[in-house]
Each structure stands twice: as C-alpha cells, then as structure tokens.
C-alpha cells in the first residue's frame, strides 16, 4: 500500500542516527525553553531557529517540530505545576491540573497528559499520513484565483480566534501583508519601501521581525509588568497515574483526540481551539459534571490530547497548501522558505523524504517527550524558580546572535530594535501580533497569486467570484466575519476566550 | 467630542498613518493595469483598506467605551533597545565576548531588580556560552575578541 511504503520511506528518514539525534535535541530544548516562564511555543520556535539553519533541510524541520511539541508540553507542564500556561492552549489544562497539584496529585496530572498527549500524537500521525496526500491532490487542482481566496479565507479564519478586537486583527494581518512586501518585486524588480536603504531591497527579514515581536518586544512588556513573583511549585508525588486514573481519563482522551485531529486540519485551527472545544465538551458529557474546575483528571486528559493531536494536524494546511494556521505554522514556513523548501502540494511528490521524514518524526518525537519528560520532571521544575531578571537577559543575547547569524548583517540588528519599537507600541494599543506575522509570511504569495489570477482573466476581477471553489471560499470568509460580528456569537466567543 | 477609548484612538490612528503612508508611495512604483498589475498596485489596495480600518478604529475610538491607557514605562523598552544598538555598534570593533557582556549589562539593567555582581556573572557565563555554541559549534562567523 502506498502509505505504507511512504511512511516506511518517512521512518527511513527519520531513524537515521543523525536525525534522531536531532529530534532528540529539539524536543529537548523545546521543553526547557518552554518550561521557562514567560516563554511559549512561539517564542521558543523562534528563539532557536537559527540554531537550525547550518541543518539540511529535513533534518532541520525534525529538529523545528521537536522543538515545536517539547515547548508546548513544557507549556502544559508550567500550567500544571505553578499555573502559569506557557501559552493560551494550555489555559484550560491550568484549570483543573493546577487543582490536582494543589491537592498533591501534580504526578498524576503531569502523567496522563503526556500519555495523552502520546496517544494523541500517534493518532494525528497516522491522520496526517492518510489526510495529507488527499488534500494536496485537491490543492494542486487550484488555480492562482483559488490559491487568492484560499488565502483570503486561512487568513480571516486564523483571527477569528484573537482575542480582543475583530477589527485590529483583521488591521494586523494587513499591516503583515504590506511589511511582507517590502523589498524588490518579484517580477520587476523595482525596489518598494526601502527608502534608499540597500538592505532593505531583500525584504524585511523575517527572524528580526519575529524575534522583535515575539522575543524581545514581549520582554519589555514583562519588565514593566511582571511581578518578581515566587514560584511556589507543589511537591510532584508519583508521576505514574493509577490505573484508576487511566480508566476514568480514557474516554476523554479519545474524545479530545479525534476532535483535536479534526479541528486542528481547519485554518485557523490549531491547539488552541482544540483545547478550549474538548474542555467543554468534556464538560457536558461528565458524570458527574460538578467535579470539573475541581481538579478533575478528565479536565487535564481531553484538553491535553486534543491540543497536541490540533498541534501536530494543523502541519497538514501548512505544509500541503502552504497556509500558516497560527504563528507558529507561520514561523514553519518561514524556516522552512529560508531553506529553500517552497511548502505547497507539490512538496509531496518533490520531497517525499522530507514530507515523509518529518511525519515519521513525529511521532519518534512525541515517543521521546513520553519517555524524557516524566523522568525529567524535576530538573524543568528546577528551571521554573530561575528569576526572571537572569532569563530575559539570556533572551536578549540568543535574539541578537540569531537575528546576527541568520544574515551576517549589522543592519539586522537595528532593524530588529526598531521592529521591538513598533512591536511593543502595538502590544500596548491592544493589538496582538500574532495575525501580523501570519499576514507577513502570505503577503508575496498572495501578492504573486492576485497577479496570475488577473493575468489570466485579462485584468477581470470577477474571476474570484466567477470560479466556484473561488467563490465558496471567499462566501465561507464572509459569513465568518458576519457570524463574528453578530453580537449573540460575539459574547460566547469572549467569554469562551475568556474562560 | 470625548475619546471613550484612547487605545483604540492611538491603535487607530497608527493604522491611519502607516495605511496611507503605504497607499501613497505606491503609485510610484507604478500600479500598471488589470490585466499586468505593477509593483505598486497590491500595496496600493492593502494601503487603503488599512487606513480605512483605521477610521472605522478611530470612529470606535469616540464612539464606544474601552480601557485607558496602560500606565507606561518606557524605561526597561528605552534601555533594552540602547543595549541592542550597542551591540550592533560594538560587534565587530570589540568582538562577540566584550559586546555581550555591554549587551547583558545595559540590557540587564532594564530590570527591576538589577544587581551588578549577578548580571556580571550572567554576562560571562552567557559570552562563554554563546562563544562555544555559536561560534564554535555552528560556525557564525564572528570575531571573539577586539581586533589589536
């Protein structure tokens, strides 16, 4: 069967005593960095791209997607143990798993997740394999007024989920979109926006940027407002969860697996969604339903599961039609454009060692986070009490040499200070930057698509409402702006966020 | 008329300005036709509809009640963004090890609760350690030391 022989080709990859070791050391240090307080996924990614570049490309997305699972379960980690969520999709598991520490039980809380976490990983493998291929059959049919509309749709449908303001994040993934344009044009070469800066004819470089946003512009905002707080870690107990615990949590592991898997597949998806949607279904289907929000284990397994089976299913979008779900699929392509690897259908047939290598990873990826993190428990608690007053300088010096060592340019580097600047203005006018980022990465490839489409239809604007996939895109992103601005749906999505 | 939400006045106005200040340079790249669009003509969309998010930001800005501004201090922004310029500027003259200690030093300053012994250590664990896994293990091409 040709999955099998393509999973079999993707193991190949992946065992390979190099690319293990990779694995290894992505999930590794994707756990420490995002034990780390006030250090989530995307900052982690971030933070140690550039130790991936000197990589060949396959092993550097292994190493990337390791990091990528070892930040978020170091997330869930920190939201059990001291209840601070590394990042929003761990919020809900900080409800009851923080209780269950509370109560003595953080060994158990720690363990279910991760096996949940492991039974879910396997799944969304398994899906991706099936899935994948499908979908990017139907994508290579896309023409370049598909493409547009796709595009347009992935895009609003990534914000509806930022928080706050509809409006300003529809104002930041347009503001990503015009800064993604900077530099030469493809076809004519005029140098846009560059303001007689030579540097600038290459673009804006997309590491300053994330590094100014998501490293250092969110560190200035923690000097003024993080409290130099004591981080009182409850004591851990027996990590292995009892057979008891098992049986109760199994149900919501499944559950919250097959609805991650599928949530994560839409754009726009992804952990987060998928951990908020099992909490409450976990919630309704309990019996009895009062012990949630009470340190209930079934409140740690669906959300869990759920979150790492949308994590690992929203690399199908990403890679297959080559549209960021969230920031951290963004920083994906990013990483995976500056090694000369287009993500797009054609990814399949072009470099099925890389596709196949990368899925087959992770899963020996989410093996190694179940075998390494229960063990290792102790030392990521020791990482929690390192005060913050000696953590952010170290992220200064990691941003400054990555942004350095991704171009071997100074510019970069003043660069990434006036990026911070605008980054850090922006967090305080309430405007998230995580849809900029997203717009950053689609900006020339919706600029090159709206082109072709026009080229083709003679400069018809129609053509994106004349085709019918077009169009059902295009209807899909307006109703979801429609439904969001109703004010009933409104509410439950603020609260929901909220919650 | 009284600003009901200042954050949405400033959040709006910036958009204003770098939407239009995006749509304006645009027809100088040359916005070509329908059919062969120029450089300028993608920008120039995106330019309008973001200042134009702006005004619909602006009018909410007087029109519906949000936060105030946060109290800011723009002390630790100011410092971290001096130490990343000093770094920029010391790098090649004094090498990577001096100009990460200035870097974790100036930057480290930025901190609440700054202590000198403590940021010196940190400055020279940290040189040391970029200088092993950046230089020496990656290969960045950078000088250690201050070029005599």
Redesign the interface.
């Known amino acids: 069967m040709d999955t099998l022989a393509n999973l079999g080709l993707g193991f190949g990859v992946a065992l390979t005593a190099a690319n293990l070791g990779y694995c290894f050391i992505g999930v590794l240090l994707g756990t420490l960095v995002g034990v780390l307080p006030g250090l989530g996924p995307v900052a982690s990614v971030a933070m140690l791209l550039p130790i991936t570049f000197v990589l060949p490309p396959a092993s550097a997305l292994i190493m990337l997607s390791g990091i990528y699972y070892g930040a978020q379960y170091g997330g869930s980690t920190t939201a059990i143990l001291v209840n601070i969520p590394g990042e929003s999709s761990s919020v809900v598991t900080a409800i009851d798993g923080y209780k269950m520490a509370r109560m003595g039980r953080a060994g158990p809380a720690l363990g279910i997740a991760a096996l949940g976490s492991f039974f879910a990983g396997c799944v969304s493998t398994v899906a991706i394999a099936f899935f994948a291929p499908a979908l990017a059959e139907v994508a290579l049919r896309f023409g370049p007024a598909e493409y547009f509309a796709l595009m347009v749709f992935g895009l609003i449908a990534a914000i509806v989920l930022a928080s706050g303001s509809l409006v300003k994040a529809v104002a930041m993934v347009v503001l990503g979109l015009l800064l993604g344009l900077v530099g030469a044009d493809v076809n004519s070469g005029v140098p846009r926006y560059g303001f007689g800066i030579p540097e600038l004819t290459d673009g804006i470089g997309f590491i300053p940027l994330t590094m100014a946003l998501f490293g250092i512009a969110e560190v200035a905002r923690n000097l003024e407002s993080l409290e130099t707080r004591s981080v009182g870690v409850q004591a851990i107990g027996r990590v292995l969860p009892s057979l008891a615990d098992i049986r109760q949590s199994m149900g919501s592991i499944l559950r919250g697996t097959a609805l991650g898997s599928v949530l994560g597949i839409l754009p726009g998806g992804g952990a987060l969604l998928a951990s908020f949607a099992s909490y409450s279904l976990e919630k309704k289907v309990a019996r009895p339903p009062r012990t949630f929000g009470e340190g209930d284990i079934r409140g740690v397994a669906g959300p869990e599961s759920a979150n790492n089976a949308g994590a690992q299913t929203s690399f199908i979008p990403m890679i297959t039609l080559g549209i960021p779900s969230n920031p951290t699929m963004a920083l994906m392509i990013g990483a995976m454009m500056i090694q000369g690897v287009a993500p797009g259908p054609q990814i399949m047939t072009e470099k099925p060692d890389l596709f196949w290598g990368l899925i087959a990873s992770m899963w020996v990826g989410n093996l190694m986070l179940l075998v390494l993190n229960l063990p290792l428990v102790g030392i990521w608690i020791r990482l929690l009490r390192i005060p913050y007053r000696m953590l952010f300088p170290a992220i200064l010096v990691f941003c400054m040499i990555g942004v350095y060592s991704a171009s071997n340019s100074l510019f970069d580097i003043y660069l990434t200070a006036a990026l911070t600047l605008l980054g850090y203005v922006l967090i305080k006018l309430d405007c998230e930057p995580a849809p900029l980022i997203l717009g950053f990465i689609l900006g020339p490839l919706m600029e090159e698509n709206l082109r072709r489409a026009l080229l083709i239809s003679r400069g018809d604007a129609t053509v994106f409402v004349t085709q019918p996939i077009s169009l059902g895109f295009l209807v899909a992103a307006v109703l979801l702006v429609a439904v969001l601005v109703m004010p009933a749906v409104r509410k439950t999505r603020d609260e929901a966020l909220q919650e | 008329m009284r600003i009901k939400s200042p ?2 006045l ?2 709006g106005f ?2 204003l300005v ?2 239009g200040g ?1 749509a304006a ?1 645009a027809p100088g ?2 916005l070509g ?8 003509f ?2 120039f969309l ?2 309008l ?2 200042a134009g ?2 005004l ?2 602006l009018a ?1 800005a007087v029109a519906v009640n949000g ?1 105030p ?2 109290a ?2 723009v002390r ?2 100011g410092k ?2 001096l ?3 000093l ?2 500027v010391l ?2 003259p004094l090498g ?1 090890v001096g100009s ?1 200690v200035v ?2 030093l100036v ?2 300053w ?6 000198l012994k ?2 010196v250590l ?2 020279a664990g ?1 040189a040391i350690a ?1 200088a092993i896994l ?1 230089v020496q293990g ?5 000088p250690l030391w201050p070029k005599l």
């Open positions: 954050k949405d400033g959040a910036l958009f770098l939407g995006f340079l790249y040359s036709t329908p059919a062969r669009i120029g450089p300028g993608f920008p995106l330019g509809i973001l998010l702006g619909v930001i909410r936060e501004l946060p800011t201090d630790p922004l971290l963004l130490a990343m310029c770094f920029g790098l090649r990577l990460i870097l974790v930057g480290g930025a901190g609440r609760d700054f202590r403590e940021a940190l400055a940290l970029s950046f990656l290969g960045v091409p950078l």
